[in-house]
């Protein structure tokens, strides 16, 4: 078994598949239960240091992860923590919001 600290993480950029920059890790969840990772907390930010917002995305939707970046699938959807529509990663990065994960879990980032 490899094992890899989550602090080397920190800061690792967040990319879809294609390309689009989503944001930086922040954090990282782990399930209380079984010690598994369950998300990734991301900043986005509209201006570099000006508007800065959180999203949380879940486990199932990341494609590979090392310690420079993390490739999330294309088409996720992060869900605003207002209770309003979910909207596409490619929308949420552009107009980024605090959010829950996709899968309806509620975040601790």
Same mark, same amino acid.
């Given at each position: 078994? %490899? +094992? ?9 950029? @967040? +990319? %879809? ?5 989503? =944001? ?9 239960? /079984? ?7 991301? $900043? %986005? ?15 199932? #939707? ?9 490739? @999330?699938?294309? =088409?996720?959807?992060?869900?605003? $923590? $207002? ?10 990065? #552009?107009?980024?919001? /605090?959010?829950?994960?996709? /899968?309806?879990?509620?975040? %601790?980032?």
């Amino acid at each position: 078994m %490899t +094992r890899i600290r989550a602090k080397r993480f920190m800061g690792a950029a @967040v +990319r %879809t598949r294609s390309g689009l920059v989503v =944001g930086k890790v922040i954090d990282i969840e782990f399930d209380a239960d /079984d010690g598994r990772m369950a998300a990734i907390c991301v $900043k %986005t930010g509209l201006v570099a240091g000006l508007i800065e917002d959180q999203a949380v995305i879940a486990w199932s #939707q990341i494609v590979s992860m090392n310690e420079r970046e993390v490739i @999330v699938e294309d =088409g996720i959807s992060v869900q605003r $923590k $207002k209770g309003l529509a979910s909207l596409s990663i490619e929308r949420f990065a #552009q107009r980024s919001s /605090d959010a829950v994960m996709s /899968d309806g879990a509620e975040s %601790t980032c």
